[in-house]
């Protein structure tokens, strides 16, 4: 009896060389340097949006499928993720510059963010998605307001995202219960690719007792909780002077550290707050954003203490109001340069390291390390194919030192998540770019008028 013919994969990527994790399910971020591993003429083979199948070209060349990418040449990297940012922001690149974050936050941001509608966060937040797809990035978690009109640009462009709906306390009860409505509602959405968090603000905006009610709601709904938390050395400085306490130490007392939380920036984490990590029962993330930091003039995220603590600490861009691009692989550079400076040694933070906290450590942050961060089977095939035949990055010698240290992510060709194709050789498929810029140039001057004196929020570290 002839066997029954082979039911067609839907996408196969052949010939490529491609980043492979030894051990994807290793869950120890101090492991961080070890396991990368490029291996040539890989194929992958990909059905219903899963990795289904690593193998060579030879094993997959008699395999149908529905579609083949040709990937000779090309390196394979699992998609960047991108920790934390407010993708909507993107319609306030540039506006405001060389300035310290308390006349950013309270002259320009936050009267400007009272202005926003819904239509200019659908905008932003399609144009935020064409940034990242076209740079590289497959999943964002995002932190920011109307996250059900940023889930339907996920919906319609095709990323993964974390959705977090931010509050503050001055909002009252009605901020935190919305957070909680929008997560409860959101996740699962657009074919399970939007999952969700609790976003209060930060402890400096976001009372202890409510912080304390996220820490139960998260509890009780088996939600992740994305804030912000000692973003800089002023805010720990002046909450210790005001309470006594660090950034840290009001997320301990409050349980955030008992529940996963992802924390942005840290800026400001001292080594006395390294206990209270260490300590922590639920799953921490940082996420890591180096370019705004210089921006500001502040320094960065303590890396190397907090892996040893056992944090994951993922890659991230913030907004692009101060980050000015959702660039995550320019956050990779970045932070391999930053953090060899900070620790003054050139042997921390080597090339793989930078690309384990682009991939396996930033899933893990953002709460998808075991859906996404690696290729491998079983994995939701969310994957970029780079281009490295141009005389920047020839020739090659080290792949991993090529990668975040010649490498753009304008040599990204080939974007993919859950199976499908957002950007083909350069070209992005579900995004009209020049349509969304156009119909947002024409909404900006109402956006980024000040003259009504509100403000959403005040800055006071
Ligand atoms: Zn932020």
């Known amino acids: 009896m002839a066997a029954a013919p082979a039911v067609p994969a839907d996408l196969i990527v052949t010939g490529c060389t491609a980043l492979l994790h030894a051990d994807p399910a290793e869950t120890d971020p101090r492991r961080a340097a070890d396991g990368i591993r490029f291996v040539p003429d890989t194929a ?7 990795i289904a199948e690593i193998t060579d070209s030879a094993g997959a060349a008699a395999s149908p499928s529905r579609e083949r990418i040709d990937a000779e040449g090309l390196v394979a990297l699992p998609g960047l993720i991108n920790c934390h940012t407010h993708s909507p922001m993107v319609t306030l690149r540039g506006l405001v510059e060389d300035r310290p974050e308390q006349e950013w936050f309270n002259d320009w941001i936050w009267p400007i963010e009272s202005n926003l ?7 932003g937040a399609r144009l935020a998605c064409a940034e990242m797809i076209r740079g590289g990035v497959t999943c ?22 974390n959705l977090g709906e931010a509050y503050f306390s001055s909002q009252g009860a009605e901020g935190r219960a919305r957070s909680l409505d929008r997560a409860l509602g959101l996740r699962g959405r657009a074919g399970g690719r939007i999952t969700t968090s609790l976003a209060p603000h930060a402890p400096y905006t976001v009372s202890d007792d409510d912080l304390a009610a996220t820490a139960r709601l998260a509890a009780e709904h088996g939600l992740p909780v994305h804030l912000h938390a000692a973003e800089n050395r002023a805010q720990t400085d002046t909450s210790l002077a005001r309470h006594g306490r660090t950034p840290i130490d009001v997320l301990r007392d409050t349980g955030l550290l008992d529940v996963d939380v ?6 400001g984490i001292l080594d006395r707050d390294l206990p209270a990590l260490r300590a922590a029962t639920g799953r921490i993330g940082v996420a890591s954003a180096p370019r705004g930091y210089l921006k500001f003039g502040w320094d960065t995220t303590p890396v190397r203490a907090l892996v040893d603590a056992g944090a994951h600490v993922g890659l991230a861009t913030d907004g692009a109001a101060s980050n000015n691009t959702l660039d995550v692989w320019e956050a990779m550079t970045l932070t391999a340069l930053v953090q060899k400076r900070a620790e003054r040694d050139p042997r921390w933070l080597t090339a793989r390291q930078a690309l384990r906290h682009a991939t396996l450590d930033s899933a893990r942050a953002v709460g998808l390390g075991d859906t996404v961060g690696s290729l491998a089977p079983g994995r939701r095939a969310d994957l970029v194919l780079v281009d490295l035949s141009g005389p920047h990055t020839q020739p090659v010698h080290d792949l991993a030192a090529t990668l975040v240290h010649s490498a753009r992510s304008a040599d990204v060709r080939t974007t993919i998540v859950d199976g499908r194709v957002l950007m083909r050789d350069g070209r992005l498929t579900s995004v009209d770019v020049p349509s969304v810029a156009g119909e947002l140039a024409e909404l900006l001057p109402d956006l980024v008028e000040r003259g009504h004196g509100r403000r959403i929020q005040t800055y006071d570290t």
Request: glycine letters at 8%.
């Open 117 to 123: 509608t819904p239509r200019v966060i659908a905008l």
């Open 140 to 161: 964002f978690a995002d932190h920011y307001f109307a996250t059900d009109v940023i889930a339907d640009a996920v919906e319609e462009t095709g990323l993964r995202a």
């Open 44 to 50: 992958l083979v990909i059905r219903a949006g899963v």
């Open 262 to 267: 992802l924390i942005a920036h840290g800026t």
